[in-house]
C-alpha cells in the first residue's frame, strides 16, 4: 500500500469534512428549530468566501497587508462571520418568517429563490471570473509533516478552527441560556412560547450562528483552495446537508461527524476509485442513498415518531 | 368563514361547504366569467386552450413560433409533468429535470448517427418513455419512504449527478462492452434525427409545433381524468397529510412511487420531443437553470392546478424573451412597479403625494448632483428616444456606474429587507427615496445585465415575493391546516 498518498488523502479528506462540518452545522440548528431546510444556505457561505476576500483587499491586498498576516485574516473570519450571520438573520426575516404557518412547500420554494437571488446577485456584482486569495503571499508555501503527514498552515487552521468553533458551538447549546432557549425551542416551539421564552428571538440567533458558522466555512476553503467564484455555494450546500443526514438532521455532534465522513469518503474516492476525480460527487451520492436506504435516521438521529 | 371562535374546527367538511358555497357568491364580470369556467366540460376546458394555440402559427412569423410557441409548449408539457409529482402527491422533485434530460439522450442514442440507429418515432417514443419510468422508479425506490425536505435533496443530488454523468461518460469503460461514448461527454450528442412516424417526416417548426400542441392536449386531458380519479384524489390525500393517508389505508408507498414514475414517464415524452426540436442533446440544457424555470411555473400556476400551468408558461416563456431587449424591459419593468403601487397605495390623495414626491426628489437629487458632482451625471441612460432623453435630466448617470451601482444594489438589497419593518410614516416618507433607489439601480447595474443574471434576480425575488403574498401560487387554492 501507498502510504503516502494514503496520508495526503487523508489531510485533505480532514480539511474537506471540517468545511463540510461547518456548513452541515448550520443545516442542522435550523432544521432542528424550524424543519425547515435552508436552501440558501450554500450561497451564505459562497458570499462569506466573497466578503473574507474584500476584507483581504481592503486591508491592502495579500501582498502588502496593513498588519501582519495573523491579524489580516483574522480580521477577515471577523467580517465574513459577522456579514453572513447578518445575511442569515434577513433571509429568515424575509422569506422564512412570514411562511411559518404556509404549507410545508411554501418556504422551501422561497428558499429556493433566496438561493437564485444571492447567487446572481454575486454573479452581477463579483462578476464571472473565478477571484484568487493568493494566499501564497499572504502566509507562505511553507508545509509542516509529523512523519509522512504532511499538511499545509492553511489545512492546520482550517482543521483547528473548525473544531475550536464545534467545540465553542457544543458549549453555548449545552451551557448558556440562550442555548437552553434553542433546545428547548427545538424540542416544542410552541410550549417554549409558553414558557416565555422569545421563539422569534431564539430563531434569529440560530440562523446568525449557522450563517456566521457558513461564513468562517467560505473563508476557509478560500484560503486552503484560493478560488472562489458565484457558483461554489451550490455543490458545497449540497455536501454539507448530505454530512447533516449521514450524522442525524438535527443533532449537532451527528453533523460534525457527517461531515468528517463525507470529506474523507470523496478524498478517498477520488485517489482510489475509478475515475475518481471526475465522479467524486456520484460516490458521495451513492454514500447518501446507501445511508437513508439502512438508517433513514442518519448515525445520530433518533427515529422521528409521527404524532397525529 | 364565520364561526364562533370558542369552537374548535373539526372536520373538513364545513371547508368544504364553504368552498361550495364560494362559487354563488361570485360577483360582477369576474364571477360571470368564473362561473362558466367552472361549469365547462374538462374536454371543453382544453378547447380554449387549444383553439388560440392552433391560430398562433398562422399569425406569427417562422421566428417568433420557434422561440414563443415551441418554448412555451415544451416548457408547458415539462411542468404538466411535474405538477403530477409536486402538486398533486406533494413530492418536491427537484431532480425532476434528469428525467427530461433522459428521455432526450435516450432518444439520441436511439435516432442519431452517435451509435448509427436510426428508429421509426413510433417505435422509439414507446421505448423512451418506459426507459425514463424506469428510471423514475429506481430513484424513486430509495427515496419512497423519505419525508419531504430529504427527498428534495436526494432529488436534487440526482440531478446533479445526472449532469456529471452526461458530461463524463464518454469516459467510462463498461464491463463486457468496452469502452464506449455513451453521451458524447461536454459536446453530447448532435444531428438528432427529427421523429419519423411510418415514413411520415416532423421536420418544419410549424409541423414540430402541432406535434407538440397535440402531445399538450393529450397529456392535459389525461390529467384531468386522472385528476378526479380514485388515484387522483388519493394523491391529494397523500399531499394533505400522509399520515391521515396511511391511516385510512390508502397505499401511500405504491401512490408515491406511480406519482414518480407517471412525472418521470411525461419528462421523458418532453425530452424527445425537445431532442429533435433542438437536433441536439447537451448536457448544459438539463441543469439548474431550467429546473427553477419549470418550478416557477407550476407555482406561479398554483400547485395542483393544471389550468394554471398552462397560463404560467405563457407567462414565464415569454416574459424572459421579452426582457432580452432592453426596449422591451424597460416599459415592462416600470409597468410592473406602478402596478405595484397603485394596488398597495390608498387613498388616492397618498398615491398622488408620493408620485409626486418621487418625482420632485428625482430633479432635487440630480440637480444636486450636477451642481456638487458633476461626475454622477456625465453618462446616459441605455437606448434612444424621447424618453430615455428625458430620463437623464432626472436619473443619475455616472459615467462609470460599476463601482457606485454595486454599492446601490447592496444598499437596496439591504433597504427593501428593512423597509417592512418601520412604521407607516416613515414607511410613507421614505417611499419616493427607495422607488429612486430602485430605478436607479435598474438603469444603471440591472438594465446593463438584462441578458444575464438580472432575469434570473428577478425570478428569484419573484418566487420569494409570492410566497410571502400567495403561497399556493396564482390559480391554486389555498389549503387549511387542521391542527
Same mark, same amino acid.
Given at each position: 500500500?501507498?502510504?503516502?498518498?494514503?496520508?495526503?488523502?487523508?489531510?485533505?479528506? $480532514?480539511?474537506?469534512?471540517?468545511?463540510?462540518?461547518?456548513?452541515?452545522?448550520?443545516?442542522?440548528?435550523?432544521?432542528?428549530?424550524?424543519? $425547515? +431546510?435552508?436552501?440558501?444556505?450554500?450561497?451564505?457561505?459562497?458570499?462569506?468566501? =466573497?466578503?473574507?476576500?474584500?476584507?483581504?483587499?481592503?486591508?491592502?491586498?495579500?501582498?502588502?497587508?496593513?498588519?501582519?498576516?495573523?491579524?489580516? +485574516?483574522? $480580521?477577515?473570519?471577523?467580517?465574513?462571520?459577522?456579514?453572513?450571520?447578518? &445575511?442569515?438573520?434577513?433571509?429568515?426575516?424575509?422569506?422564512?418568517?412570514?411562511?411559518?404557518?404556509?404549507?410545508?412547500?411554501?418556504?422551501?420554494?422561497?428558499?429556493?429563490?433566496?438561493?437564485?437571488?444571492?447567487?446572481?446577485?454575486?454573479? @452581477?456584482?463579483?462578476?464571472?471570473? =473565478?477571484?484568487?486569495?493568493?494566499?501564497?503571499?499572504?502566509?507562505?508555501?511553507?508545509?509542516?509533516?509529523?512523519?509522512?503527514?504532511?499538511?499545509?498552515?492553511?489545512?492546520?487552521?482550517?482543521?483547528?478552527?473548525?473544531?475550536? +468553533?464545534?467545540?465553542?458551538?457544543?458549549?453555548?447549546?449545552?451551557?448558556?441560556?440562550?442555548?437552553?432557549?434553542?433546545?428547548?425551542?427545538?424540542?416544542?416551539?410552541?410550549?417554549?412560547?409558553?414558557?416565555?421564552?422569545?421563539?422569534?428571538?431564539?430563531?434569529?440567533?440560530?440562523?446568525?450562528?449557522?450563517?456566521?458558522?457558513?461564513?468562517?466555512?467560505?473563508?476557509?476553503?478560500? +484560503?486552503?483552495?484560493?478560488?472562489?467564484?458565484?457558483?461554489?455555494?451550490?455543490?458545497?450546500?449540497?455536501?454539507?446537508?448530505?454530512?447533516?443526514? @449521514?450524522?442525524?438532521?438535527?443533532?449537532?455532534?451527528?453533523?460534525?461527524?457527517?461531515?468528517?465522513?463525507?470529506?474523507?469518503?470523496?478524498?478517498?474516492?477520488?485517489?482510489?476509485?475509478?475515475?475518481?476525480?471526475?465522479?467524486?460527487?456520484?460516490?458521495?451520492?451513492?454514500?447518501?442513498?446507501?445511508?437513508? &436506504?439502512?438508517?433513514?435516521?442518519?448515525?445520530?438521529?433518533?427515529?422521528?415518531?409521527?404524532?397525529? | 368563514?364565520?364561526?364562533?371562535?370558542?369552537?374548535?374546527?373539526?372536520?373538513?367538511?364545513?371547508?368544504?361547504?364553504?368552498?361550495?358555497?364560494?362559487?354563488?357568491?361570485?360577483?360582477?364580470?369576474?364571477?360571470?366569467?368564473?362561473?362558466?369556467?367552472?361549469?365547462?366540460?374538462?374536454?371543453?376546458?382544453?378547447?380554449?386552450?387549444?383553439?388560440?394555440?392552433?391560430?398562433?402559427?398562422?399569425?406569427?412569423?417562422?421566428?417568433?413560433?420557434? %422561440?414563443?410557441?415551441?418554448?412555451?409548449?415544451?416548457?408547458?408539457?415539462?411542468?404538466?409533468?411535474?405538477?403530477?409529482?409536486?402538486?398533486?402527491?406533494?413530492?418536491?422533485?427537484?431532480?425532476?429535470?434528469?428525467?427530461?434530460?433522459?428521455?432526450?439522450?435516450?432518444?439520441?442514442?436511439?435516432?442519431?448517427?452517435?451509435?448509427?440507429?436510426?428508429?421509426?418515432?413510433?417505435?422509439?417514443?414507446?421505448?423512451?418513455?418506459?426507459?425514463?419510468?424506469?428510471?423514475?422508479?429506481?430513484?424513486?425506490?430509495?427515496?419512497?419512504?423519505?419525508?419531504?425536505?430529504?427527498?428534495?435533496?436526494?432529488?436534487?443530488?440526482?440531478?446533479?449527478?445526472?449532469?456529471?454523468?452526461?458530461?463524463?461518460?464518454?469516459?467510462?469503460?463498461?464491463?463486457?462492452?468496452?469502452?464506449?461514448?455513451?453521451?458524447?461527454?461536454?459536446?453530447?450528442?448532435?444531428?438528432?434525427?427529427?421523429?419519423?412516424?411510418?415514413?411520415?417526416?416532423?421536420?418544419?417548426?410549424?409541423?414540430?409545433?402541432?406535434?407538440?400542441?397535440?402531445?399538450?392536449?393529450?397529456?392535459?386531458?389525461?390529467?384531468?381524468?386522472?385528476?378526479?380519479? %380514485?388515484?387522483?384524489?388519493?394523491?391529494?390525500?397523500? %399531499?394533505?397529510?400522509?399520515?391521515?393517508?396511511?391511516?385510512?389505508?390508502?397505499?401511500?408507498?405504491?401512490?408515491?412511487?406511480?406519482?414518480?414514475?407517471?412525472?418521470?414517464?411525461?419528462?421523458?415524452?418532453?425530452?424527445?420531443?425537445?431532442?429533435?426540436?433542438?437536433?441536439?442533446?447537451?448536457?448544459?440544457?438539463?441543469?439548474?437553470?431550467?429546473?427553477?424555470?419549470?418550478?416557477?411555473?407550476?407555482?406561479?400556476?398554483?400547485?395542483?392546478?393544471?389550468?394554471?400551468?398552462?397560463?404560467?408558461?405563457?407567462?414565464?416563456?415569454?416574459?424572459?424573451?421579452?426582457?432580452?431587449?432592453?426596449?422591451?424591459?424597460?416599459?415592462?419593468?416600470?409597468?410592473?412597479?406602478?402596478?405595484?403601487?397603485?394596488?398597495?397605495?390608498?387613498?388616492?390623495?397618498?398615491?398622488?403625494?408620493?408620485?409626486?414626491?418621487?418625482?420632485?426628489?428625482?430633479?432635487?437629487?440630480?440637480?444636486?448632483?450636477?451642481?456638487?458632482?458633476?461626475?454622477?451625471?456625465?453618462?446616459?441612460?441605455?437606448?434612444?428616444?424621447?424618453?430615455?432623453?428625458?430620463?437623464?435630466?432626472?436619473?443619475?448617470?455616472?459615467?462609470?456606474?460599476?463601482?457606485?451601482?454595486?454599492?446601490?444594489?447592496?444598499?437596496?438589497?439591504?433597504?427593501?429587507?428593512?423597509?417592512?419593518?418601520?412604521?407607516?410614516?416613515?414607511?410613507?416618507?421614505?417611499?419616493?427615496?427607495?422607488?429612486?433607489?430602485?430605478?436607479?439601480?435598474?438603469?444603471?447595474?440591472?438594465?446593463?445585465?438584462?441578458?444575464?443574471?438580472?432575469?434570473?434576480?428577478?425570478?428569484?425575488?419573484?418566487?420569494?415575493?409570492?410566497?410571502?403574498?400567495?403561497?399556493?401560487?396564482?390559480?391554486?387554492?389555498?389549503?387549511?391546516?387542521?391542527?
Amino acid at each position: 500500500m501507498n502510504w503516502s498518498l494514503f496520508f495526503d488523502l487523508t489531510v485533505s479528506g $480532514l480539511t474537506l469534512g471540517s468545511l463540510y462540518a461547518l456548513i452541515a452545522l448550520g443545516y442542522s440548528l435550523v432544521y432542528g428549530i424550524l424543519k $425547515l +431546510l435552508n436552501f440558501a444556505h450554500g450561497d451564505v457561505y459562497m458570499i462569506g468566501a =466573497f466578503l473574507g476576500w474584500y476584507a483581504l483587499h481592503a486591508l491592502g491586498g495579500p501582498v502588502n497587508p496593513t498588519f501582519t498576516g495573523a491579524v489580516v +485574516l483574522f $480580521l477577515m473570519f471577523v467580517v465574513a462571520m459577522l456579514g453572513c450571520g447578518v &445575511l442569515g438573520v434577513a433571509i429568515e426575516r424575509f422569506a422564512y418568517r412570514p411562511l411559518r404557518n404556509a404549507p410545508r412547500i411554501a418556504p422551501l420554494i422561497s428558499a429556493l429563490g433566496v438561493s437564485i437571488f444571492l447567487q446572481n446577485s454575486a454573479l @452581477l456584482i463579483f462578476g464571472a471570473a =473565478f477571484r484568487d486569495y493568493d494566499t501564497f503571499d499572504l502566509i507562505g508555501v511553507k508545509t509542516y509533516n509529523i512523519g509522512q503527514l504532511f499538511f499545509s498552515v492553511p489545512q492546520l487552521l482550517t482543521v483547528v478552527a473548525a473544531i475550536g +468553533l464545534m467545540v465553542a458551538l457544543t458549549l453555548f447549546v449545552a451551557r448558556s441560556r440562550l442555548g437552553k432557549a434553542m433546545r428547548s425551542t427545538s424540542f416544542d416551539r410552541e410550549a417554549a412560547s409558553m414558557m416565555g421564552i422569545d421563539v422569534d428571538r431564539v430563531i434569529s440567533v440560530t440562523f446568525f450562528i449557522g450563517s456566521a458558522l457558513a461564513g468562517a466555512a467560505g473563508v476557509m476553503f478560500a +484560503l486552503v483552495f484560493g478560488q472562489i467564484y458565484h457558483f461554489m455555494g451550490f455543490i458545497a450546500g449540497l455536501k454539507g446537508f448530505t454530512a447533516a443526514v @449521514l450524522g442525524g438532521i438535527g443533532s449537532i455532534p451527528g453533523a460534525m461527524v457527517g461531515g468528517l465522513i463525507v470529506g474523507l469518503a470523496e478524498s478517498y474516492a477520488t485517489g482510489y476509485l475509478p475515475q475518481g476525480s471526475t465522479f467524486q460527487n456520484l460516490y458521495v451520492f451513492a454514500l447518501l442513498i446507501l445511508v437513508i &436506504l439502512i438508517r433513514p435516521s442518519g448515525l445520530f438521529g433518533k427515529a422521528a415518531i409521527s404524532k397525529v | 368563514m364565520e364561526q364562533p371562535p370558542d369552537t374548535p374546527r373539526i372536520g373538513v367538511d364545513e371547508w368544504v361547504a364553504s368552498v361550495e358555497g364560494k362559487r354563488e357568491r361570485y360577483t360582477g364580470p369576474r364571477g360571470a366569467v368564473l362561473k362558466r369556467w367552472e361549469r365547462l366540460p374538462p374536454a371543453a376546458r382544453v378547447l380554449v386552450f387549444a383553439t388560440p394555440a392552433a391560430v398562433f402559427p398562422f399569425l406569427t412569423s417562422g421566428g417568433n413560433l420557434f %422561440r414563443y410557441g415551441l418554448f412555451t409548449l415544451v416548457y408547458a408539457l415539462l411542468a404538466l409533468g411535474l405538477n403530477i409529482v409536486v402538486g398533486f402527491a406533494g413530492l418536491l422533485d427537484l431532480g425532476y429535470v434528469a428525467f427530461f434530460g433522459c428521455g432526450a439522450y435516450m432518444y439520441a442514442i436511439l435516432a442519431s448517427p452517435q451509435f448509427g440507429n436510426h428508429w421509426q418515432a413510433e417505435a422509439a417514443i414507446p421505448v423512451v418513455v418506459v426507459f425514463t419510468a424506469v428510471v423514475g422508479l429506481l430513484v424513486g425506490l430509495p427515496s419512497r419512504r423519505l419525508l419531504g425536505d430529504y427527498l428534495a435533496i436526494l432529488t436534487l443530488f440526482f440531478g446533479q449527478a445526472f449532469v456529471v454523468f452526461v458530461n463524463n461518460a464518454n469516459r467510462i469503460s463498461f464491463p463486457f462492452v468496452g469502452h464506449a461514448d455513451l453521451t458524447g461527454g461536454a459536446n453530447g450528442i448532435a444531428n438528432i434525427d427529427p421523429f419519423n412516424f411510418f415514413g411520415y417526416r416532423i421536420d418544419s417548426t410549424s409541423q414540430q409545433y402541432y406535434l407538440l400542441l397535440i402531445a399538450v392536449a393529450l397529456v392535459l386531458i389525461l390529467l384531468m381524468f386522472v385528476n378526479e380519479s %380514485r388515484t387522483g384524489r388519493a394523491w391529494r390525500a397523500l %399531499r394533505e397529510d400522509p399520515l391521515a393517508a396511511e391511516v385510512m389505508s390508502i397505499p401511500v408507498n405504491r401512490l408515491k412511487l406511480l406519482a414518480f414514475v407517471f412525472g418521470a414517464a411525461v419528462a421523458g415524452l418532453t425530452g424527445a420531443i425537445y431532442g429533435t426540436i433542438a437536433t441536439a442533446a447537451l448536457p448544459g440544457d438539463y441543469d439548474v437553470g431550467l429546473l427553477i424555470t419549470v418550478y416557477a411555473i407550476m407555482i406561479l400556476g398554483g400547485f395542483g392546478s393544471i389550468m394554471g400551468i398552462v397560463v404560467g408558461a405563457v407567462i414565464v416563456s415569454s416574459v424572459p424573451e421579452l426582457l432580452r431587449s432592453s426596449a422591451n424591459a424597460r416599459p415592462l419593468f416600470y409597468g410592473a412597479i406602478l402596478l405595484a403601487i397603485l394596488v398597495k397605495l390608498r387613498p388616492w390623495r397618498l398615491l398622488a403625494a408620493e408620485l409626486g414626491g418621487l418625482v420632485a426628489f428625482g430633479f432635487a437629487i440630480h440637480g444636486i448632483a450636477s451642481a456638487a458632482y458633476p461626475r454622477l451625471v456625465d453618462g446616459e441612460s441605455i437606448g434612444s428616444g424621447v424618453s430615455a432623453r428625458a430620463l437623464d435630466h432626472w436619473m443619475l448617470f455616472p459615467k462609470n456606474p460599476v463601482k457606485i451601482a454595486d454599492v446601490a444594489y447592496i444598499l437596496l438589497v439591504a433597504a427593501i429587507v428593512v423597509y417592512p419593518q418601520l412604521s407607516r410614516v416613515w414607511r410613507a416618507v421614505l417611499l419616493p427615496p427607495l422607488l429612486y433607489l430602485v430605478m436607479f439601480v435598474w438603469e444603471n447595474l440591472l438594465l446593463v445585465h438584462i441578458g444575464g443574471a438580472t432575469r434570473l434576480i428577478l425570478l428569484g425575488a419573484m418566487l420569494v415575493a409570492l410566497m410571502n403574498i400567495r403561497p399556493q401560487g396564482l390559480f391554486g387554492t389555498a389549503t387549511v391546516e387542521i391542527a
